[in-house]
């Protein structure tokens, strides 16, 4: 059968490449939508084939498709506008028995111009044409006609729309009914209706007329732009949607949905604000006013840049409780005891002055982590680790410590972390990221490195328990792209692991943190979240994020909630549910909703932040106090959340500090509000002061 068509089309009389489209009006050549985007016409024995050059069986594409040359198809030429291009062009009646399978006026928009001059003559030997290049005048009207009659006869919904929105305007009959249409109301919905033609009715996910507002940085108040245009939300194939407004049949702006769109829904004030990233260094920013229900608006845009994040069907390859969890909906069985807990819903930060040490560029800082036992601060640089101390109000680099290593292009640490009560440092580097270096303080040495089983790249570095590095603790984690570790110094041999949970499946993660019980997150590239009692152990509970790699992982010290950190957004999600935690039993259908943060696009445009990446999210900590902040950074810009008000579902209550420097890190001093504020090559003391109010 395949050679035959080869065969087929190898031998044809006539071939031109292009791409096939579907009209919603034979008299309107821009209402339309593409069938293939890449096709073949082929003439042979008075018919026309049409070949998917795209063609994959997989996506159940159409492959082939055939029209009979006959004069009452209506065969007729035109030209469209492509920018400054000139794009030749025939369209023609469907004759199929019931033409509204496929569309009931198709066109074929030649690739090269020259190939409709081949096409017309060729064409003339089959069928009569007129002075005007193609179709006697004749048989057009008639056939028209005779056509729509059979399409009205034979479809089991309404027939296209024959509204010209250039020219209806709303009937007005009464003073009561003129106040009604003034809203304009059914006009708008009746040009939505029209505008479905454009797209296959599944590739329509939602529709709302509404007003386009446009926020100039110098006015006060957004400006009107468009009244009664369409907002659509298009679903073009697997995996991919856009965000577009239509106005005349055309569509004015399209924005795709991926994880890169910052939007903002207010059900309440029927408003869906987003930023417009025209390049690296200017946004616009949008709302428009919508009409219609917006109930499940946001679940739209959660599922869409999941599905383009991921690139997998949250309706097909998702579980009933993952797929819940993505929309964001909750069992009614779930208990809700967040409202109980009195806490505060807003936040108010005054920022001090900030204490800065003295610049040194000389060496960049390659991370830094902040002491629980004294009020210092380690920094990983070239061959060295800085120890900053804080006296009162000075804030001063108290020594480098060279660190001595069997390297002789020296050592530089991409991760660190305190250990055993600030006497040595645990320690990863690019130099070989299978080994787990200890380097004692006290003598500037790298004295022990450890691997473990299997010898793998280790992605990251945990404590035992919250609190460990306060203690002598032995015992701490290490995570792998496929596996976690429980790790040991003091059993002998290189693999130091007692404990261990590897993967065949390659789950890819990527980062991991602990509780003061000793329970351990672990986040991954694909987003998913997974929730363990203990390491060797399988994980109780999996969280299927939202299809972007999670970068970093913090925990309230009691294990209540989990702070995932990704590029653009951070996710907040609670872990007890009906009295149970995730880490301790599985959570199952009770699952918990997550709250997803992100900028407002105000503030995205107030900044102008065309490319944001947040650093890792942590929670402030204390020995005897509970968690009710949390900070990250983007760029130039420190931002800190009321994590008070985010368990309450108040996702918009932060603040945002801007700075004279791009941050690489920021955690809260232990036991204080204050912050460490990490830049490349310097270090500041972030004095705050939180007000949570009601």
Known sequence: MVEWIRSFFSKSEFKAGGSLIKLADFQDNYSKATIMMSASLTIKNSLIYIKNEDYDPEQEQTEFLSFPIDQAMQLTHFTVLDDEDQIEAVKWINLATNP????????????????????????????????????????????????????????????????????????????????????????????????????TPDQIIYTSPGDLYFHDPNKELPVLMERGIGFLIVKHGPFQYTVDLVKDGEVIMRNLLTKNLSHHIDVNAHSVSWIEVLDVNMTRYWTMILLDDMTHLEELFLVAQFESSRQISVDTDLTQEDKAWIKGEESSEVENTESSEGESEKIEIDYADEIKMEEDTSEDILDSATSYCNPWVFTAKQNKIGLYRLDEDNLHLSQNIP?????????????????????????????????????????????????????????????????????????????????LFTIDPRVSG??????????????????????????????????????????????????????????????????????????????AIPANSHGDNGFVKPLGKHKRKPRKLA?????????????IKFTPARFNLGENSRENAIITSTGNYVVIWSFSAIKKGRLESYKIKPLTESVIKNEFKFNEENAWITHPNSLHYQKNHFRFHE
């Open 100 to 199: 509204t399978e496929t569309a009931p006026f198709i066109g074929f928009e030649f690739e090269e111009p020259n190939s409709y001059a081949a096409f017309q003559q060729h064409i003339e030997k089959i069928i009569q044409v007129d002075e005007e290049g193609l179709q006697h005048p004749e048989s057009r009207e008639g056939n028209l006609k005779e056509v729509q009659s059979k399409l009205n006869a034979t479809s089991q919904k309404t027939s296209y729309s024959k509204i010209n929105i250039k020219q209806v305007q709303p009937a007005v009959e009464n003073a009561e009914e003129e106040k009604e249409i003034g809203k304009n109301l059914d006009f708008k919905r009746a040009v939505i209706e029209h505008l479905r033609s454009l797209f």
């Open 403 to 483: 660190i001595v290593s069997t390297y002789e292009d020296g050592f530089n640490a991409s991760r660190i972390l305190p250990y055993k009560q600030d006497s040595r440092l645990l320690m990863l580097s690019q130099k070989d990221p299978s080994i787990i270096y200890n380097m004692d303080l006290n003598r500037g040495e790298i004295v022990e490195q450890y691997t473990v089983k299997g010898n793998p790249l280790i992605a990251d570095i945990a404590p035992h328990q919250k609190l460990s590095p306060m203690t002598v603790d032995n015992l701490f984690y290490a995570l792998s792209k496929n596996g």
């Open 494 to 571: 290189h693999d130091k692991s007692v404990e261990s949970k590897i993967y065949s499946s390659k789950p890819n993660l990527t980062c991991m943190a602990s509780t003061e019980q000793g329970y351990v997150a672990a986040g991954s590239a694909t987003g998913e979240i997974r929730m363990y009692k203990q390491i060797g152990q399988n994980s109780k509970t999996n969280m299927p994020g939202f299809g972007d790699p999670i970068t970093s992982i913090d925990i309230t010290k009691d294990g209540s909630w989990i702070l995932a950190t990704t590029d653009t957004y951070l996710i």
């Open 599 to 611: 900028l407002k696009p105000a503030d995205i445009a107030k900044f102008n932040l065309t490319d």
